[in-house]
């Protein structure tokens, strides 16, 4: 098993910038991949980004691409999302997501993001 640990939300007005952490204990050898999601109040959840641990490829939603950017440090088993131009839309509860090669899915317990108008 493996336990995700997210940090850095908050509160920003619009076109600020937010930085989220997310670190993996336990059983982290064969994490395939780890990213975020997000759940605005009312919606179902949505994928944001991820990124794969050994080659570094990434993937962004369409709607972040340009404005967020994922980064991994193999050291500290930790995936960051930098989160620039932020926008209303984006408020929501923002969970880490680990993907072991043996399937299934790792959670974060999310941490909140809201950006004022």
């Known amino acids: 098993q493996a336990q995700l640990i997210e940090s850095g939300g908050g509160v920003v007005q619009a076109g600020g910038s937010l930085r989220l952490s997310c670190t993996a204990s336990g059983r982290t050898s064969n994490m395939y991949a780890m990213g975020w999601f997000r759940q605005a109040p009312g919606k179902e959840r949505e994928f944001v980004a991820r990124?794969?641990?050994?080659?570094?490829?990434?993937l962004y939603a369409d709607f972040v691409k340009g404005r967020f950017a994922i980064s991994r440090d193999l050291a500290k088993n930790t995936v960051t999302l930098q989160m620039n131009s932020l926008r209303p839309e984006d408020t929501a509860v923002y969970y880490c997501?680990?993907?072991?090669?043996?399937?299934?899915?790792?959670w974060g317990q999310g941490t909140q993001v809201t950006v004022s108008s």
């Open positions: 997501n680990g993907k072991p090669t043996t399937g299934g899915d790792y």
């Open positions: 990124i794969t641990m050994n080659e570094g490829n990434v």
